[in-house]
């Protein structure tokens, strides 16, 4: 009996020692794969961003920033990020609201966020809404006033915020279409003075709109002939085309952008050149030709006789007030820890810069430009960042638990037969 005794006892004290080194190797395991984890969710190694290849890891980016009193907003595609700007070298994070759809352009005036988008929940046809929201000093939303309006559309140009104008680039892509929003929705009808623009043959592949002045790029079906024409918007149901050149496609040398600075309006592309033109008193245009900055490719801005172009691994700013003799005038470079860089917008004396980063609280790149011949770097901000446990993380410590239940089970009832016989 005794001898029966002893032995369950040796038989105890092992299958603890077992049930405890056991544990320790989960736990240990466990440790290291989280590690692991959050190795694989960091920060992106720069040092293997190559600008011209597509970059396979996941990424967040900012689509728009702008700023409303002490308010800076953050679009990141379908929330908006608010932040307290009271201290605009340093904001801090106030929270998120969740768009109800996908924003494709929007302006703010004063206190007001006018929007156009998709509803994001409809997937089977091409409903879009126009927005107009009260931005409130708590970092909340206030809706004023929403319109579906009752079209397909390819594109969306608010033109003046008082009386709420919506430009659309019809489904069609050969035709314009104008709504009213201030009261009732009401479609405006448009009279065309330069039909030839919207024949058969041509659709409208490129939109852009400021201060009174709408650009329409078209191409034919086959993608090889391309038109630009600039528009005086001044009488919106009667665009008046002002200038307008066609030309063979032998390059994708497209325009996606459209700044009217003074005197000068500029075309920007993402292939690091402007096409610049004069604007007369009485709203002649001429060609001035082309601003290069000698950069291949790049996203270009133009804010007042500056010229900001970001190609990737750093942003360069030039001086385009002397038109006969245009400079650099300073740049900076991307650093070991930041990504590629992307998009920017600029503000006042400030760059939010937004970059290649798989965590959202270091989303933006913070630059001061108050001198342009030696912008330099402040700080990066974001919103909290979340720690997605990978899933194959989660399975393995299960499925290893699962395997020492079992096993210990096993280990019992061999100790049963042992002690039985």
Not at 273 to 301: C, P, Q, R, W
Request: charged residues 20%; aromatic residues 16%.
């Amino acid at each position: 009996m005794n001898d029966t005794i002893y032995l369950e006892r040796i038989i105890m004290r092992k299958g603890i020692k077992k049930y405890i080194f056991l544990n320790l190797l989960l736990a240990s395991s466990l440790f290291v794969l989280i590690l692991i984890n959050q190795n694989v969710t960091g920060q992106i190694d720069s040092q293997e961003l190559d600008v011209s290849k597509e970059n396979p890891i996941p990424i967040y980016l900012a689509s728009n920033v702008f700023s409303v009193d002490n308010l800076l907003i953050v679009d990141t595609f379908s929330e908006l990020q608010f932040f307290n700007n009271t201290n605009k070298e340093d904001p801090q994070y106030l929270w998120e609201y969740k768009l109800l759809y996908y924003m494709n352009d929007y302006i703010n005036v004063d206190d007001l966020l006018y929007s156009t988008g998709r509803i994001r929940n409809d997937s089977t046809t091409q409903n879009y809404y126009f927005v107009v929201h009260s931005i409130n000093q708590n970092a909340s939303l206030e809706l004023i006033r929403e319109y579906y309006l009752p079209y397909g559309y390819s594109d969306f140009i608010i033109l003046k915020n008082d009386s709420s104008m919506v430009l659309t680039i019809n489904s069609d892509r050969q035709s314009l279409s104008l709504f009213n929003c201030t009261g009732n929705l009401v479609e405006l009808p448009i009279e065309y003075t330069h039909e030839s623009f919207f024949v058969n043959d041509v659709k409208i592949t490129g939109s852009f709109y400021e201060e009174g002045y709408l650009i329409l790029e078209t191409r034919d079906y086959d993608l090889d002939n391309k038109t630009v024409a600039i528009f005086d918007m001044s009488n919106y149901t009667q665009p008046k085309l002002l200038l307008s050149w066609h030309s063979i496609i032998a390059t994708p040398n497209f325009y996606n952008g459209l700044s009217v600075e003074g005197n000068r309006l500029y075309l920007t592309t993402n292939y690091g050149y402007a096409k610049v033109l004069n604007i007369t008193d009485d709203k002649t245009l001429e060609d001035l030709g082309f601003f290069n900055t000698g950069h291949s490719h790049g996203f270009m801005k133009i804010v007042e006789y500056y010229a900001f172009i970001s190609t990737g691994n750093s942003i360069n700013i030039f001086n385009l007030a002397d038109w006969e003799n245009i400079s650099q005038m300073g740049s900076y470079n991307r650093t070991e820890n930041q990504g590629t860089f992307d998009v920017f917008f600029v503000i006042d004396d400030l760059i939010y810069l937004s970059h290649y980063t798989s965590r959202t609280d270091n989303l933006l790149i913070l630059l001061d430009w108050s001198d342009p011949s030696n912008p330099f770097f402040i700080r990066t901000f974001g919103y909290p960042y979340t720690e997605n446990i990978n899933a194959f993380i989660l399975a393995v410590p299960i499925v290893f638990l699962v395997f020492t239940v079992g096993f210990s089970k096993r280990k019992r009832e061999e100790n049963k037969k042992i002690i039985e016989r």
